[in-house]
């Protein structure tokens, strides 16, 4: 629910113990939600993310960065990797740098 609910606002005057125990609650299940998403992370990952506020925001980046447009892609750049094919006359070392360069980016 940390994901999908917004975060409880909790006003200093009116708060009683039990809405401070509700954001308690909430905050210790966000920080560990951050947690889990962060440990599961590479360490490049884990640096892009460090500096963002909650759990929330770093799933929308992810999400951002490997969603089904990244699918998409992918899809393009092994039907463009299968697809090559060295032209008659052209340098080996010119096909073999195109063939590295599509395998990087995929």
Excluded at 21 to 39: D, F, G, P, T
Excluded at 52 to 78: C, P, V
Aim: charged share 25%; aromatic share 8%; glycine share 2%.
């Amino acid at each position: 629910y940390v994901l999908e609910a917004h975060m409880p606002t909790l006003s200093v005057e009116d708060a009683s113990t039990k809405d401070h125990a509700i954001y308690k609650k909430w905050v210790a299940y966000e920080k560990k939600v951050r947690s889990y998403l962060m440990a599961f992370m590479s360490n490049a990952l884990q640096v892009q993310h460090e500096s963002m506020r909650d759990a929330k925001e770093i799933l929308l980046h992810l999400r951002e960065l490997y969603g089904d447009t990244s699918r998409n892609a992918q899809f393009q750049l092994t039907a463009e990797l299968y697809g090559t094919k060295m032209t008659e006359g052209s340098s080996v070392n010119d096909h073999v740098l195109k063939m590295i360069n599509a395998i990087e980016c995929l």
